[in-house]
C-alpha cells in the first residue's frame, strides 16, 4: 500500500513543484498591507500556493486522523479484549490438559483392572478343575 501513495504522491508532488517554479510573479496581498506588522507589499505566488498547500495537507492529515478516531477506540477496545480472551484461553487449555491427563490415567487404571479382574477368567475359573481337585 506504501507502495502504492508513492507512485501517486511523488507525481503530484513534482507537479506541484514545477508549477511553483514557473509561476513566479510577484502580487500583493491586499488584505494584509493595511498591518503595520506585514513588511512586504508584495510577495511570489509560488510562495502563496506552497503555504496553501501545506495548510491543506495538514488540515487533511489532521482531518483523517479525527475521522479515524473511533476506528482507532476500537480496536484499542478489542485489543483489550483479546488479551482477556486470551488469559481465560490460556487458562482453560491449561484445565484441558490437567482433564486430559486424567482421562488417560483412568483409562489405563481400568486397562488394568480390567486385566487383572477379567470375566473370562472368572468363568474359566468356575468350570475348570481347582489344584486340590485334581490331587485327588
Known amino acids: 500500500m506504501w507502495l502504492f501513495k508513492l507512485l501517486i504522491v511523488f507525481p503530484l508532488f513534482a507537479l506541484l ?21 506585514f513588511r512586504y507589499e508584495k510577495v511570489s505566488t509560488s510562495i502563496i500556493y506552497f503555504i496553501l498547500f501545506c ?8 482531518s483523517a486522523w479525527s475521522a479515524y478516531a ?3 477506540a476500537m480496536l484499542r477496545k478489542q485489543k483489550k479484549e483479546n488479551k482477556v480472551l486470551s488469559k481465560e484461553h490460556e487458562k482453560l487449555d491449561h484445565e ?5 491427563q486424567q482421562y488417560t490415567n483412568l483409562q489405563e487404571d481400568k486397562a488394568e483392572r480390567a486385566h487383572r ?5 472368572k468363568i474359566k475359573s468356575w468350570f475348570s478343575k481347582s489344584n486340590s481337585e485334581e490331587n485327588l
Open 17 to 37: 513543484v514545477v508549477f511553483l517554479v514557473q509561476n513566479n510573479e510577484l502580487v500583493s496581498l491586499w488584505p494584509f498591507t493595511q498591518f503595520d506588522w
Open 96 to 100: 484441558y490438559e490437567k482433564l486430559n
Open 70 to 72: 473511533p476506528l482507532r
Open 117 to 121: 479382574f477379567s470375566l473370562n477368567k
Open 55 to 62: 495548510l491543506g495537507w495538514f488540515f487533511g492529515r489532521f
